[in-house]
C-alpha cells in the first residue's frame, strides 16, 4: 500500500473531527496507509498502532514518514470512551486479518458503540454500477454512523412517526465516517468533488451536519497510473451513483445493527417491522 | 452599503459558474455592494453596470476598488443567452426600484429563462424563525433555480411519478444560486458554515449537483460590529434552519413559476394538481 | 483554445482582487478561455469582451457557457480607472494581434500603469529550464507588479538605500498577477502548488503581501492528454525554478520599466544606474 | 485551556506532514489544547498522551472529545526515528514543566534533532512590536526549523558562500512549524491571513517550500471574547510584522543551536564566525 499508492481526496462537509492524516492526503491527493475507522478518542493510539504494524513490513526498513488515516466517530454514549481501550495489537490483528469479500455491517467494529438518528447506528455498505455506457464504473461507499436528526428513509419521516427526532445538541457526539471507493480512473480534484455527492446522500437521510457533526469523505480510486482520466463531463453519473449508495449505506447501518447495551447506557435498534409499516404508510417501499 | 459592508462568507459546492466577486468575499468576509443575480453570460456585463452606479452614488467620488457580486444561471435553453442583453441601465433601473417587503416569485427576474427538473423554475424564497430559547433569529433564503435532477417534494418522488426526471449531462446547463441572510450575529467562518447547509435543502429536492451545476452559497449576517458572536456550540438550530427554508424556496420557485415561452423553446409549470395528487399518494402533504 | 484545454490552477495568495473566473478554474482544473490581464475597474467589461470575441469564432456556434479568466492589477494612482475605458474593440484587437515570441516587458498592456515599491512597475517575464535529468522542463513566468514593500533585489536593500520604502496602506491599491506556464506533465493539483511556490519568488522582492494587494497566480500547462503526470516528488525542482524565476520577473518589470505620466500622477522609472551601485555596495551583482 | 479556548487558525502552506488536529481548528476557529511540537512519527503517541494529561485535569470529568494540536518535524537525519520514543509520561512532564517567560532556543526540545539549510536547526523565536499609532501589538513566532534550501541571512548568500545548498530531495525530510501568537484581537479569518504572512519570512531566508517539506503555521490570538474585532484595514502592519519575525525566528534557530551527534548521524551548528564574515561581505549586518 505505502509503495503502491492510490489517488485519494478527504472530501470535508463538516470538521468537528479528529481525522488524522487529512490534510496530507489533500496536498499529495494519495493514501499510502490502509484506511481504519474507530472512536474518537482512540484515533492517536490506532494510528500509532498503524505505523508500527507498517514500519515491520517488508519493505519498510528505510521509512522514515509515514502518514496514516484514520477516521472516528464518538461512541461515548454507549462506551467508556475516555478509556482510549484500543491499542497497538488491536491494530495488528486487524491488519493480518483483512480479508476482500463482503463486509459485515452493522454493531461491528469501529460502529459497535454508535448511534445515529437515536437508534443503535453502525457500519453499513451499499454500492451502486454505472451502465456500460457510462462507463460500467463501480462506486462502493461504507459508512460508520453515529450522529442525530430526522430519520427519513426513501422520503418517508420515519423518525417522526416513531417519535425520535433526536437533534444532537452536544457538542461532539454525533459525527459520520464515509468511505468511497471507485474502479473509475479518476485522481483527487475528481475524487474529491464525488465525495462532496456523498453527503448529498446524508442529507437525504435527515442529517443537517449540526455543529458538533464530524461529516468526513474519504474517497479513492483503485486505478494507478498511466490509464486517462475521466473528464468532467463523465462525472455526473458517478455523482448520482455516490449520492444513492451513500443514503442507502446509511440505511444498511441502521437496519443491520442489533440492540447494544454499553457501559454507559443502551442504543435500541431500528424496529424494523414499524418501519416496514412507515414506508408501506408513505407509500415508500419502492 | 460600499462603507456600512455586512459579514458575508461564499460556500461553493460546485464552481461550475461564474459568480463575480466570490474571491474577495471569501478572503475580506465581507460584502460592499447589493448582489445581483442575472444570466450566465450576463454577468460581466451585470458587474461592471452595477460598478458603474455605484461610482455615481453620494460619497464614492474617491473610491476606485468596487467588487461587485453578481451571480448567474443558465438560461440558454430558453431564451438567447449568446446576445447577452443585460446593460447598465437595466442595473441602475433595477437598483433603483429596490425596495423592501415581500420578493416576487416564479418566472421573474433572473429566474425568467429558468428550468428545474425539467419544469420552470425561477425564485423562489422561504424563511425559518428559531424559537426564542434559541435566540429568535431569523434566516431568509432566496434561490435562483435552473438545475436537473430527480424532483422530490418532501419526499414524494415527484419527477418519476410525473416521468420527468431531467438529468443534465450538458454542461454548464444547470445551477443553483442561492442567497442566505440572517440577523443572528455570524461573522464569515460561521456564515460560510451557514451556506454550507443550503446544500443539505437542496439535495433533499432531488440535485446530485451535476458536473455542469454551478451551486453557490452566498450567505450575509445583517448585524455589524460590536455584538458578540454567536459560539459554534450556538450554530446547530440555523444549520437546520437554512436546510429547511432552502428546500421550501426551491419548492417556492417551481410552484409559483408558470410556463415560459423563450426564443430557444418552451418550460411548462409544475402541474400543481398532479402534484398534490402525488403528495397525497404518498402522504406528504404535512 | 475553448476545445482544446489546457490543465490549470489559481493559486491565491490574498484574494482583495477581481480576478475573474477563479472558482471555476479551481473546480474543473482547465482554462477555457486565453488569459487576459488589465485594470482593476476594467475586468468585466474585458470579461464580457472576450466572450464577445470568442462567441464569434469558428465552432463556437452551439455554445452558452464560457469561463473567462481576467486578472487586473489597480492602476488608480496613475490613470482615471473610474473611467473604465477597456471595451471590446480592445479585446478583439488583443486577441487578434496576440502572437507567439519575446513579450514585450516594461510599461506596456496591463502594466502601462502601474507601481511597485513606489517605482513604475509593469510587465516582466522570466525562466527557468530544469537540467535534463530533472525532464528538462520549463516553466515561465509574467507578472503584472503593482505593488509595495521594501524592494530589496538579489538580497540588496535597495528600496531602503534609495529611501523610499513604500508601504501601501490604502486598501485596494497594489497587487499582483503572476501567470506560470509550463511544458512539464501536470495537472490541477500540482499546478496548484507551483503556483504556490511563485508567492516564494515574491516575497523575496520585499513584498509582505499588505491587505488590499490581490496576490494570484494563474499557472497552467501546455500538456494536454495522455501522458503521464509527474509524481508529487518530482515538483522540488520546478519549486524552485517558479520561485526563481517570479523573483526575476519582478525585477525585470521594474527594470524595463520608463517613467509615466498619468492623468493622476507621475510615476518614476527605477533608476538604474543607482541600482547597479546599490547592488555592488551588498556585493549582489551575481 | 479547553473552556476558554483562543480563536485560532491553521495556515498550510504545504500539507507533507502529520499535524494532528488541523482540521478542526480550521472549521471551530480555535485551540482548545496546549501546542505540542514533537518528531514526525511521535505525533499520535503525542497527541495521545496530551488528551490522557488533559482528561485527567480538574473538571475535565464530563468530557469525551478533545482535539489535540501536535505538530511535528522529521528528525530522522539524526535520531531513530522509528522507535517512535515520545510516551504519555513525556508529556505529562512537559505540560506540569510548563511556565511563562523566555523560551530556551537552538538543538532543545522538539528541535533537539532538527536540521536545517544543512546544519543544525532546532527551535527559535522572535518577535515585532507594532508603533501605538498601529494599535501597539505584539506579534510572536516559534519555529522549529527542519527544512532544506540556499541558506539568505537579511540578504546575504550565506549557504553558498559556505558551499552548502541543501536541497532536499528525499520526501518527508524537511519541515518547518511555525507558531504565531498575537495580543491583537483577531480571530479564525484574520489569524488565517495572519500565518499565510509567516510564509514570506519563511521564503526570505531561502527555503522554497520542497514537496516533502510540511510547512504549517498554528496562529492564535490570545484575545478572547467581546472586544472589538481589528478590521482588515488594520492587518498590513501585522503582516509585516509576522513575515520580519518569522524570518528572524529562524535564523535564531541555527545561531543558537549547536552540533548535535544522534544516533544516524551528526549536524553541525553553523559556524558563527563564518556567518559574520560572510554578512561583512555583503554588507548585511544591519
Known amino acids: ?10 472530501h470535508i462537509a463538516n470538521a468537528f473531527g479528529k481525522l488524522v492524516g487529512a490534510t496530507q492526503v489533500r496536498e499529495l491527493g494519495e493514501l499510502e496507509t490502509p484506511i481504519l475507522l474507530t472512536c474518537t478518542l482512540c484515533v492517536w493510539k490506532a494510528a500509532d498502532g498503524l505505523v508500527e504494524w507498517m514500519l515491520t513490513q517488508q519493505g519498510m526498513d528505510d521509512v522514515r514518514s509515514i502518514n496514516p488515516v484514520v477516521g472516528e466517530t464518538n461512541d461515548g454514549g454507549l462506551n467508556d470512551i475516555r478509556a482510549r481501550p484500543i491499542n ?39 454500492s451502486r454500477k454505472l451502465p456500460q455506457n457510462y462507463g460500467g464504473y463501480t462506486v462502493g461507499v461504507l459508512v460508520q454512523s453515529n450522529f442525530g436528526g430526522n430519520l427519513t428513509i426513501a422520503g418517508a419521516p420515519v423518525g417522526r412517526e416513531l417519535g425520535r427526532v433526536a437533534y444532537r445538541e452536544q457538542n461532539g457526539d454525533g459525527s459520520i465516517m464515509i468511505v468511497v471507493a471507485t474502479d473509475a480512473p479518476i485522481t483527487s480534484r475528481n475524487l ?3 465525495g462532496a455527492r456523498a453527503i448529498v446522500g446524508l442529507a437525504r437521510t435527515g442529517s443537517s451536519m449540526s455543529n458538533g457533526s464530524g461529516d468526513f469523505v474519504i474517497a479513492f480510486s483503485t486505478v494507478r497510473g498511466k490509464t486517462d482520466e475521466l473528464t468532467n463531463d463523465q462525472m455526473s453519473p458517478l455523482f448520482q451513483a455516490v449520492a444513492e449508495a451513500t443514503e442507502e449505506a446509511i440505511y444498511n447501518s441502521l437496519l443491520k445493527a442489533r440492540t447494544v447495551k ?15 409499516e412507515i414506508l408501506r404508510k408513505y407509500n415508500a417501499a419502492r
Open 192 to 194: 474529491e468533488r464525488l
Open 262 to 276: 454499553g457501559a454507559r447506557g443502551t442504543a435500541e435498534a431500528l424496529p424494523i417491522d414499524k418501519v416496514k
Open 1 to 10: 500500500v505505502f509503495r503502491e499508492r492510490v489517488p485519494a481526496a478527504i
Open 88 to 126: 497497538a495489537s488491536h491494530v495488528k490483528q486487524a491488519m493480518e486479518a483483512a480479508s476482500t469479500g463482503a463486509v459485515e455491517e452493522g454493531s461491528v467494529g469501529a460502529g459497535a458503540g454508535t448511534i445515529a438518528f437515536g437508534w443503535k447506528g453502525g457500519i453499513g455498505t451499499s
